[in-house]
């Protein structure tokens, strides 16, 4: 799975904005994605687009006769070929997501914006590369786990929708979300990382 995994992103990063897939590979593969398998000859086209909200490239399809875009995640598709993919740690995935999505327009999106752009990573000192928002030193996890337990929430109750508008996933009870937002913002403190830096501190082991 690993090897797969670099040959398709080998591929995949051969392709600009814009570009038509046509590699054979990568359109067999959308066949086993777990919840929309796609057949080759279903496709009106595929390509690589810009998607919202943080303008990253990836996979994007319209069918025959659909009048809507979607995109397709090409990792599930190789998990789910090789008997890896969890559709609860998927949703898992999905619901964490959804809460981080809820603090984009707080203090988070502040210090991003104050200190990004003429900042350098506190971890190696590089300047001059994208920067990445860290919560420091109390992790992301510890603070989205106590607001469940002050609040007595049963994560596992939660219920997520995906924006299409803006293709980002949210929490469906806006309270909740609006209770999660003032939460974090009153507990987090952050500092800036470049990107290798960031994924290597990932939850601090939790």
């Known amino acids: 799975m690993t090897q797969a995994n670099k040959h398709i992103s080998m591929l995949i990063h051969q392709y600009r904005h814009g570009d038509e897939v046509v590699d054979h590979d990568i359109r067999e593969l959308l066949g086993f994605h777990p919840s929309c398998p796609i057949e080759s000859h279903e496709l009106q086209w ?32 190789i998990q789910n070929y090789y008997g890896k993919y969890s559709d609860s740690r998927d949703k898992a995935k999905r619901l964490n997501d959804a809460f981080r999505t809820e603090i984009e327009t707080g203090t988070k999106r502040k210090f991003y914006n104050q200190h990004a752009r003429d900042g350098c990573c506190e971890n190696c000192g590089k300047n001059n590369v994208k920067m990445t928002v860290d919560h420091y030193p109390t992790p992301f996890k510890c603070i989205l786990n106590d607001f469940l337990i002050e609040n007595e929430i049963d994560k596992s109750k939660l219920t997520i929708f995906k924006s299409k508008s803006e293709n980002i996933t949210k929490l469906t009870d806006a309270v909740i979300a609006d209770d999660w937002q003032r939460f974090h913002d009153k507990h987090a403190t952050y500092r800036l990382l470049c990107g290798p830096c960031n994924s290597g501190f990932g939850s601090y082991g939790l």
């Not at 990253?56 to 319209?62: D, E, G, N, Q």
């Open 46 to 77: 595929l390509k690589m687009k810009l998607s919202k909200p943080f303008n990253t490239l990836c996979l994007t399809y319209k069918l025959k006769n659909s009048g809507t875009e979607e995109t397709i995640s090409w990792k599930k598709c």
